[in-house]
T-cell receptor, first 114, second 115 residues
Framework: ETGVTQTPRHLVMGMTNKKSLKCEQH?????MYWYKQSAKKPLELMFV???????ENNSVPSRFSPECPNSSHLFLHLHTLQPEDSALYLC?????????????FGSGTRLTVV | EDQVTQSPEALRLQEGESSSLNCSYT??????LFWYRQDPGKGPEFLFT???AGEEKEKERLKATLTKKESFLHITAPKPEDSATYLC????????????????FGQGTILTVHP
């Protein structure tokens, strides 16, 4: 399998649930990212991991908790979310830690908080 | 703070009707300007990177150009399969002159090409 794979594709969760989003890249890239995409808004950067070290936490609420156990895997742990957190969550990776060659995105997880 | 503004928000074309999408940006130090295509329910797909003013890149019916303040994505004789949302993003160097891959995206242009 090649590219960036995200699971699950769709997730519906209650505000008291705990769930995790998974991202896996098979490209040998050194950097991985979580972005949030809401309707009619630009992609919002959430977290950046470079060589498995978190280098950016873009003022994201603590109910979102990232984890990067190795350079191929990235998780986003979710707990006590709010309805406004419903969005498409995109994972991406880049070859170099500077991202100069662009990102490869996964297909995203469509999250609905009820 | 880096900013990216895309126009128009939506564009409807007839098949074969050429047009351009605009991406205006402000950035402290441009590392690269990126164009992506996003189909409904999918993640963005990388199209081009432009690094300096005057640079141009082409792919099939698409041509991207770059100036110091904006980029254009020209679509020549579009087909219905070109219908998608087109995203523009910029990467910049931080105050220390380094960067770690952070991109700032515009809100996108929704392109619809009718047969």
């Amino acid at each position: 399998e090649t590219g960036v794979t995200q699971t699950p594709r769709h997730l519906v969760m209650g505000m008291t649930n705990k769930k995790s989003l998974k991202c896996e890249q098979h490209l040998g890239h050194n950097a991985m990212y979580w972005y949030k995409q809401s309707a009619k808004k630009p992609l919002e950067l959430m977290f950046v991991y470079s060589l498995e070290e978190r280098v950016e936490n873009n003022s994201v609420p603590s109910r979102f908790s990232p984890e990067c156990p190795n350079s191929s895997h990235l998780f986003l742990h979710l707990h006590t979310l709010q309805p406004e957190d419903s969005a498409l969550y995109l994972c991406a990776s880049s070859q170099d830690t500077g991202g100069a060659y662009g990102y490869t995105f996964g297909s995203g997880t469509r999250l609905t908080v009820v | 703070e880096d900013q990216v503004t895309q126009s128009p928000e939506a564009l409807r074309l007839q098949e074969g009707e050429s047009s351009s999408l605009n991406c205006s940006y402000t950035v402290s130090g441009l590392r690269g300007l990126f164009w992506y295509r996003q189909d409904p329910g999918k993640g963005p797909e990388f199209l081009f990177t432009l690094y300096s003013a005057g640079e141009e890149k082409e792919k099939e019916r698409l041509k991207a150009t770059l100036t110091k303040k904006e980029s254009f994505l020209h679509i020549t004789a579009p087909k219905p399969e070109d219908s998608a949302t087109y995203l523009c993003a910029v990467g910049s160097y931080n105050a220390g002159g380094t960067s770690y891959g952070k991109l700032t995206f515009g809100q996108g242009t929704i392109l619809t090409v009718h047969p």
